[in-house]
Structures are given as structure tokens and as C-alpha cells.
């Protein structure tokens, strides 16, 4: 079946340090890939996807790009702000769509000091 | 717009009892999903409708747990007899379609004594 793996956290980085987040995956065919961020409280929010490979998402300075042949989709970002420290899931949805849930990673919690 | 809108926010009983929460989609939306949250399983998928009707209820944990969804709009879940293990957030996630964005609301966080 469907699986995401992330790194472990906490990851815990410097304001204005490079961030890596790692996610590889392991799907039939050609899934979408997805990045949510949630932060303390609140329920899980979009921050970028991608929906075939090599395909590049972004958003709020993040990135992440569809690998397909190292099944992988690693979130970066190249100047944290102490405002981004939050848990971020990798998720991925069936390839073809379909009224499926996403299948999330189990989050990894960063931690920004300033 | 309204988000996606869940009750309680916070929920303390003990076990045995039963836990109802609500969920109510955003407008427009045809596809609700609840999913469970906990430090040692991370986010589970217990089960989503699609237009009103169950579509996949793999993921409910056992026959303790049931889910409906009345009209378009709203939907519970229901745990009874509640046990200790069931403490952990509670998601309701909508979207519009098969490659929509999925919505979450804020979550109902269950803690079972």
C-alpha cells in the first residue's frame, strides 16, 4: 500500500539557517505529493503540492520538488523565521485521484530559535 | 467563508461513557474525512464519505466507533463505550473534489480518563 516517510524530529535550527525537511514515499503509479504545515492548535493547512513528476511546488518561501525516480518530494526552505517553527507532514494521495483520503507522514516538528 | 467547523474543541470524560463530535463541512464541499491524531500513530485516516455516503471505513478501529453523515453539510462521530486509548485529536477534513485541497478544522481534542 500507500506509505509516507519524514524525517524525525525535532529538528531544531537557527533563524535564518537552511532548512531540509526529508519525505521519500512509496506508491503504485503517479501520485500527488503534498506538504501541510500545522501549527500549535490549529488543524493541518496546505502549504505547497506538486501533482506529477519534476513538477516544483512552492509557497511562503518553501519548496519542494516531485522526484520520481528517487520517490522523494524533501521540503527546503533557504532562510527560517522563529514564524515558521510548526509540525509539517509530507502526505500523498492515490495516483488518478479518486475520492481518497491523503496518506500522511508522521510529521516532523521544527523548531526555529532566534 | 466559514471553515470547517468542529465541536467540542476539548473533551474530558471517563471510560465507558459516550463521546459524540461534530463536524460541519464547508459549504460546497462533497467529501468529508475524519482522522485521528496521536503522538505514537501520527495522523490515521478512520473514514470518508463522499456526496453523504461512506466510501471507505477501513481505518475505524473497532465496532465502538461509528460515523454518519445526515445531510451534505454535517457529521459526527461517535465512540461508545469510550476507553482511555481513544485519547487523541479528533480531524474532520473537507474538500470539493478528487484532487481538491483538503480543509481542516481546528480538531476536538478527546481525552478519555
Not at chain 1, 518553501?62 to 521540503?75: D, Q
Not at chain 2, 457529521?75 to 476507553?83: D, F, G, M, R, V
Request: overall charge negative.
Amino acid at each position: 500500500g500507500n506509505s509516507v516517510t519524514q524525517m524525525e524530529g525535532p529538528v531544531t535550527l537557527s533563524e535564518e539557517a537552511f532548512l531540509t525537511i526529508n519525505c521519500t514515499y512509496t506508491a503504485t503509479g503517479y501520485p500527488s505529493l503534498f506538504w501541510y504545515v500545522q501549527y500549535p492548535g490549529e488543524g493541518l493547512q496546505l502549504l505547497l503540492k506538486a501533482t506529477k513528476a519534476d513538477d516544483k511546488g512552492s509557497n511562503k518561501g518553501f519548496e519542494a520538488t516531485y522526484r520520481k525516480e528517487t520517490t522523494s518530494f524533501h521540503l527546503e526552505k533557504g532562510s527560517v523565521q522563529v514564524s515558521d517553527s510548526a509540525v509539517y507532514f509530507c502526505a500523498l494521495s492515490k495516483a488518478g485521484g479518486g475520492a481518497d483520503g491523503l496518506t500522511f507522514g508522521k510529521g516532523t516538528h521544527l523548531i526555529i530559535q532566534p | 467563508d466559514a471553515g470547517v467547523i468542529q465541536s467540542p474543541r476539548h473533551e474530558v470524560t471517563e471510560m465507558g461513557q459516550e463521546v459524540t463530535l461534530r463536524c460541519k463541512l464547508i459549504s460546497g464541499h462533497n467529501s468529508l474525512f475524519w482522522y485521528r491524531q496521536t503522538m505514537m500513530r501520527g495522523l490515521e485516516l478512520l473514514i470518508y464519505f463522499n456526496n453523504n455516503v461512506p466510501i471507505d471505513d477501513s481505518g475505524m478501529p473497532e465496532d465502538r466507533f461509528s460515523a454518519k453523515m445526515p445531510n451534505a453539510s454535517f457529521s459526527t462521530l461517535k465512540i461508545q463505550p469510550s476507553e482511555p486509548r481513544d485519547s487523541a485529536v479528533y480531524f474532520c477534513a473537507s474538500r470539493t473534489g478528487p484532487s481538491g485541497e483538503l480543509f481542516f478544522g481546528e480538531g476536538s481534542r478527546l481525552t478519555v480518563l
